[in-house]
């Protein structure tokens, strides 16, 4: 059962950080990918759907999700949508509120704001973790930095 709708703090961030780093060291590859998302998803209410995209020439493909339902887009091109937006400019995005962006490719009505981070491996992008909330303005910059961390953890899981 989720925990009772919050923005991350400081210590949870550290927390669960280590929390992750130790379900890691006992995946490999997709099953930690696997294991990513579904931590990712089961421990924050405000992350209401968890995906990983892995770059595929010039693509995007959706690898691993936790969330209720499953999304239509499981291929998305590098460029198109907030997600292809990331992958292109290497950056993480942060959308408070999905109505107002003109790059974002709906996936579920009941999504307010996203949060899309890139996943490098040797200075490539490999893929990156998408994360949608039904909490307008959801992401903060600690969010961001958590992700960020968590993607660096998750990445030598994506090239094998
Ligand atoms: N909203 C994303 C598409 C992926 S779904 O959120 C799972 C986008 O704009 O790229």
């Avoid at 996936?107 to 200075?123: D, H, M, Q, W």
Wanted: proline share 4%.
């Amino acid at each position: 059962m989720k925990a009772a709708p919050q923005r991350l703090n400081r210590e949870q961030a550290r927390e669960f950080l280590a929390e992750i780093e130790s379900t890691l060291e006992s995946h490999r590859g997709r099953d930690a990918r696997e294991a990513a998302v579904r931590a990712l998803n089961s421990r924050f209410s405000t992350y209401s759907w968890v995906g990983i995209y892995l770059v595929q020439g010039q693509d995007l493909l959706l690898d691993a999700w936790s969330g209720p339902i499953a999304t239509e887009h499981v291929r998305i091109p590098i460029g198109k949508g907030v997600c292809g937006f990331a992958a292109k400019a290497g950056r993480t995005e942060i959308v408070s509120d999905v109505s107002k962006d003109p790059r974002y490719l709906q996936c579920f009505p009941s999504t307010k704001a996203e949060i899309v981070v890139p996943i490098l491996y040797e200075n490539k992008i490999v893929g990156e973790i998408d994360i949608d909330s039904e909490e307008l303005g959801a992401f903060s910059s600690l969010d961001r930095e958590f992700l960020e961390a968590v993607a660096a953890k998750v990445s030598r899981h994506c090239v094998e």
